[in-house]
T-cell receptor, first 114, second 114 residues
Framework: DSGVTQTPKHLITATGQRVTLRCSPR?????VYWYQQSLDQGLQFLIH???????AKGNILERFSAQQFPDLHSELNLSSLELGDSALYFC?????????????FGPGTRLTVL | AQSVTQLGSHVSVSEGALVLLRCNYS??????LFWYVQYPNQGLQLLLK??????LVKGINGFEAEFKKSETSFHLTKPSAHMSDAAEYFC????????????FGKGTHLIIQP
């Protein structure tokens, strides 16, 4: 158990819909990273929040957005969903944005868009 | 820009044999390097990391990796494979401050033959 929790574990929805994925970091960690894992793209970094502020964006679509709340939990919002958005979405947390810090991964949310 | 190449999407070894999973990286600045393991339907777990303290890094479950700057490699090894080692292994690089998240290779599926 990494100490990172993600809900829901599974999500099935239809094209055009909007969903919200939730992540609670390990106690004490201020950085939250979101990643997408798909068969064709592999593991891709989406976005990073540190202590409530956006720090970096990766390959995140404009239809996707995220935020980190004062209690440090984070939400990833996916809108106007397409079939190709079906993937595993992981969040990871670390103490700070330092490159050498280990990132602890949650169990993931499996999104299926029908 | 940084990138990771993992040679061999699938590697098959016999139980008790040497495990060698290859990883080459590209980074414009000194990198931090990680190996993560993913078991079916689970998140990623850190096996080991290189943060410039020592070129030979020992990790969990008997794995180790050697950082070779001249070869830009960070190959993962284990002297004797166990059935429980069957999983997906990812090499990742982080550099330039850590805000940008990890850049992952495409992964290597390790198969252990009895």
């Amino acid at each position: 158990d990494s100490g990172v929790t993600q809900t829901p574990k599974h999500l099935i929805t239809a094209t055009g819909q909007r969903v919200t994925l939730r992540c609670s970091p390990r106690s004490g960690d201020l950085s939250v990273y979101w990643y997408q894992q798909s068969l064709d793209q592999g593991l891709q970094f989406l976005i990073h929040y540190y202590n409530g502020e956006e720090r970096a964006k990766g390959n995140i679509l404009e239809r996707f957005s995220a935020q980190q709340f004062p209690d440090l939990h984070s939400e990833l919002n996916l809108s106007s969903l397409e079939l190709g958005d079906s993937a595993l979405y992981f969040c990871a947390s670390s103490l700070s944005p330092f490159s050498g810090n280990e990132q602890f991964f949650g169990p993931g949310t499996r999104l299926t868009v029908l | 820009a940084q990138s990771v190449t993992q040679l061999g999407s699938h590697v098959s070894v016999s139980e008790g044999a040497l495990v060698l999973l290859r990883c080459n990286y590209s980074s414009s600045v000194p990198p931090y390097l990680f190996w993560y393991v993913q078991y079916p339907n689970q998140g990623l777990q850190l096996l080991l990391k290189y943060t410039s303290a020592a070129t030979l890094v020992k990790g969990i479950n008997g794995f180790e990796a050697e950082f070779k700057k001249s070869e830009t490699s960070f190959h993962l090894t284990k002297p004797s494979a166990h059935m429980s080692d069957a999983a997906e292994y990812f090499c990742a690089v982080s550099s330039g401050g850590g805000a940008d998240g990890l850049t992952f290779g495409k992964g290597t599926h390790l198969i252990i033959q009895p």
